[in-house]
């Protein structure tokens, strides 16, 4: 049971590490950020000075921000023109970015294993690494097997850029 929790952390947590690596969250998620605080910023020096407003700190147009593209609904809504303005450029582009850094992240995470099969042989191979204490014979057997075959390969290779030929390979995966 304590086993099955530990590989499920590790999974986990190899699970979000590989998202954070390879997909475009960190920087979608950051832009995003930034150009809420500056367009915030915006509506607030737009806002500033106006009758009827109630955008009258920069803390109510960073929450006017965030109900603004989430599609929350806006209660407040920016009195002056620039304001109004600035607030339907954020709307647009910040639900854009929002929506899109959550699809761009999904796509390239599914994706990567079809762009780079050698990353994603990799990436097993250092997984099954990982997990070595884990592996039964019979897994850890046929993990020497391909790591062998892989190495014939390598050498193989190495032989026929000296143009020399080469020794059929066996392949012991399929066996």
């Known amino acids: 049971m304590i086993q099955k ?4 952390s590790s999974r986990s947590r190899r699970f979000i590490l590989d998202v954070f690596a390879h997909t475009p969250i960190i920087k979608l998620t950051f832009l995003l950020i930034t150009l809420w605080m500056l367009f915030a ?11 009827g407003t109630t ?15 989430s599609t929350a609904g806006i209660a407040d809504m920016p009195v002056t ?22 699809v761009a992240t999904i796509t390239s995470y599914f ?6 099969p050698s990353k994603q042989i990799i990436d097993t ?34 032989e026929v850029k000296k143009e020399k030929p080469c020794p059929k390979m066996k392949n012991s995966i399929d066996t």
């Open 81 to 102: 023109g620039i304001s109004a303005f600035i607030g339907a450029i954020w709307i647009v582009l910040g639900s854009m970015l929002f929506f899109g850094a959550i």
């Open 41 to 51: 910023a915006g509506l607030y020096f737009g806002e500033q000075g106006a009758e």
């Open 125 to 158: 191979i250092e997984y099954n690494l990982e997990q070595l204490d884990d592996l039964s014979i019979e897994e850890l057997e046929l993990l020497k097997e391909t790591t062998d075959a892989l190495i014939e390969h390598v050498e193989c290779l190495k």
């Open 55 to 69: 955008i009258t700190s920069y803390g109510r147009a960073l929450y006017w921000g965030i109900a603004a593209f």
């Open 111 to 116: 994706m990567r294993p079809l762009q780079r």
């Open 5 to 8: 929790k530990k590989n499920l």
